[in-house]
């Protein structure tokens, strides 16, 4: 229990530090339409800090419940609304990175079936960076391409929310925004703004102590929308009237990018700028200073690989890369498209080929995937290459439903401590 786990068959991605596996964690949920007991949430996180839920997954109350609609809705939940309408039950994250036994933790998931001959790209990606109190941040990516309009929402658990002061509101119709089917009508006191590019910081504050902190980055001008709906509530009291503070943030398709690092802290936050860098090739590039040092963030154009350079007072201490990016010397297999040959059940191995001419690299805590399948990711274990085949340990998983000919995607991640 001390660090990330992956569940492909109930479609859930957690992310965990050793330091802190017990009271934080990021959970991701990816899995397909399960009948009426599904929420419209496919790429949807909560976030746990310091043992308490910090950005809230609204749950469930019972089937009577007045608010039922309203937590099954898709503006309840931290997704990307298309063309003002949830999502369509043919939805499934595929998994495109898992790298969850590292210091640095992260996993991206493309859900562009949840609006079929619509979305060509519907993938977020989150990162867990350890910072020097024994917490983390997160950086929170969501690529999203097709559509005509594209509406990103957030909420945090807070009582209160802290607006940039910069931005001036005027009054709303959230129809303007969103369907009643995406749960506009459970939506109250609703606002606007012009939001200009750069960052901008909005906080969500539980009690003296307790802060979320997000540091939004948008390269281009958008529309941010401030609403109240119906928050987190307990058993116990169910009919509890309970504030919900989001921010939706809409912007003109086909193509964008959402950028946020999110930072939950009680009395000073450790992070303290977040600065978009220039690219001339279209790449992400993000330098996040902090009480300790400073981070390099880069992620590719087309969103599929990214990577990580941590200095402290200038000298570098920590790579990490992913999907065949480099930085700092530490390079990442790119990934490798090919298919499973044999199924070892009993031994919990597989065997595929591997007709390259380059050696099999390192398989520990690595993903395998076998698309468009519900339970087709898994984390492997150690490998042995025998000619044209490579024989490959699940990492105490099962192997359910692999069968021989199934066509598979290898993922790789590389860390090096200096």
């Keep these: 229990m001390n660090q990330g786990l992956l569940h492909s068959g109930a479609g859930w991605a957690i992310l965990r530090h050793r330091h802190n596996a017990e009271t934080n964690a990021v959970a991701l949920f990816a899995g397909p339409y399960a ?20 950005i809230s997954d609204l749950g469930y109350l019972s089937w009577w419940h007045n608010l039922r609609e309203w937590n099954n809705s898709a503006l309840a939940h931290n997704i990307v609304l298309i063309d003002r309408a949830p999502q369509k039950n043919s ?38 960076i350890p910072l020097s109190s024994k917490s983390q941040y ?36 959230i129809g303007e925004f969103a369907s009643k089917g995406a749960g506009a009508d459970f939506l109250k006191e609703v606002s606007a703004a012009d939001l200009p590019p750069g960052t901008h910081i909005t906080e969500w504050h539980y009690d003296r102590e307790l802060t979320t902190r ?55 936050p450790e992070v303290l700028k977040v600065e ?29 690989s990214s990577a990580l350079l941590r200095r402290e007072r200038g000298v570098p201490i920590l790579a990490w890369a992913e999907g065949g990016a480099a930085i700092h010397g530490v390079r990442s297999p790119a990934p490798v498209k090919t298919r499973i ?26 993903l395998l995937v076998v698309p468009e399948r519900k339970d087709g990711a898994y984390l492997l274990g150690t490998a042995r290459q025998q000619g044209k085949t490579a024989t490959i340990g699940l990492a105490g998983q099962a192997a359910i439903n692999l069968k021989p000919g199934d066509h598979c995607i290898l993922h ?7």
């Design 276 to 304: 978009p860098v220039p690219s001339p090739n279209g790449d992400l590039i993000l330098r996040i200073t902090t009480q300790s040092g400073e981070d390099l963030f880069q992620m590719s154009a087309d969103g599929r």
């Design 214 to 268: 997000v540091h939004w980055i948008n390269r281009h001008p958008m529309t941010l929308i401030r609403a109240v709906g119906s928050g987190l509530r307990d058993q116990k009291t169910p009919d509890a009237e309970v504030p919900l503070h989001l921010q939706l943030i809409r912007a003109q398709g086909p193509s964008n990018r959402f950028v946020a690092v999110v930072e939950c802290y009680s009395g000073t």
């Design 138 to 173: 997160l950086i929170d990516i969501f690529d999203v391409e097709g559509g005509k309009e594209h509406l990103w929402c957030f909420h945090a658990d807070g009582a209160t929310c802290k607006l940039p002061e910069t931005l001036s509101f005027r009054p709303a119709a």
């Design 341 to 366: 040959t044999a199924v070892q059940a009993e031994r919990r191995e597989i065997t595929l080929d591997w007709p390259f001419p380059e050696p099999l690299p390192d398989t520990v805590g690595q």
């Design 35 to 54: 009948g009426g007991h599904s929420h419209n949430s496919t790429l949807s996180y909560l976030y746990c800090h310091a043992g308490r839920e910090v």
């Design 91 to 128: 939805r499934l994250g595929i998994a495109e990175l898992f790298a969850g036994q590292g210091e640095i933790q992260a996993m991206r998931f493309d859900a562009a079936s949840a609006w079929p001959g619509i979305a060509r790209r519907y993938a977020r990606s989150l990162y867990s």
């Design 412 to 418: 790789f991640y590389r860390e090096k401590r200096f």
